[in-house]
């Protein structure tokens, strides 16, 4: 019996570290490892979709380039209130986003995005979700970051 325990902790933890996951996971994400997506409805698979295509794109939302446009846009519809289109307040008021104290960069501490979800990778994957999965729908200035170059 012993023996027997052993050898199914043995399986178990062999399942484990090859990456299977032996037991099932519900809920809405995006494995990087495998790139297996899971969600439940058009909105979550979007986002999820979105995080897919950050990855393809060499994790463009971690980049200045992407945090620097953030900024423009947020700062564009500030100060202008005629330039406001149906994205500016959810990006503006976004979890995580223009706190300049945030240093550490692993993006999976959830000190990171100040002891919740947001940061500029959730924010990425979030507007490609407002748009319907719909570049064409995404505001100007950070069409780009979502286009895939062939």
Known sequence: MKNLKLIFLLAFLSLFMSGA???????NYFNIETGYISCSG?????HEEAHALDKKLGW???TGDWKYAI??????SWECVICRDKMSKDVEFF?????PYLTDSNPMDLGFWQGGWGGHTELYA?????????????????????VVVP
């Open 126 to 146: 979030m507007i490609y979700a407002w748009a319907a999965g719909k570049v064409s729908d995404i505001p100007s200035g950070l069409k780009e970051f979502y």
């Open 95 to 99: 979890p995580g986003i223009g706190a």
């Open 60 to 62: 463009i939302s971690r």
């Open 21 to 27: 996951n032996p037991l099932p996971v519900t809920g």
């Open 71 to 76: 900024e423009v846009y947020r700062r564009v």
């Open 42 to 46: 058009d909105f979550a698979c979007w």
